[in-house]
């Protein structure tokens, strides 16, 4: 069975850092793209991140750009995000998904990924 299980998610005060890990499971990852979405109370998911299988390719929605930044470990069949200067608005709970079918520009529709994680959820507040 395929899996994605994120972590390390919680309570910070703005202005902090957290790093999201990602763990899959049931089938190897390292020649897929990895994503990182997110959905806010109220709103629906947004695209955060992207990393090439490789990791030699990123992607970022302007939101986050240059606060946050992703990673993979293709040993560890895992991904990463890293999240600086965290901002109430970045409150959400954070999904990690991969997709077998896009790369590039695609990997910012969610319609494309066919595993999904079960959320991590980040609070960002004093």
């Known amino acids: 069975q395929v899996k994605l299980v994120e972590s390390g998610g919680g309570l910070v005060q703005p202005g902090g850092s957290l790093r999201l890990s990602c763990a899959g499971s049931?089938?190897?990852?390292?020649?897929?793209?990895m994503s990182w979405f997110r959905q806010a109370p109220g709103k629906e998911r947004e695209f955060i991140a992207a990393?090439?299988?490789?990791?030699?390719?990123?992607y970022y929605d302007n939101s986050v750009n240059g606060r946050f930044t992703i990673s993979r470990d293709n040993a560890r069949n895992a991904v990463y995000l890293q999240m600086n200067s965290l901002k109430p608005d970045d409150t959400a709970v954070y999904y990690c998904?991969?997709?077998?079918?896009?790369?590039?520009?695609?990997?910012?529709?969610?319609?494309?990924?066919?595993?999904w994680g079960q959320g991590t959820k980040v609070t960002v507040s004093s």
């Open positions: 049931g089938r190897t990852f390292g020649n897929d793209p």
């Open positions: 990393i090439s299988w490789s990791g030699s390719n990123t």
């Open positions: 998904a991969t997709t077998t079918r896009a790369q590039g520009a695609r990997l910012r529709i969610e319609s494309v990924y066919a595993y």
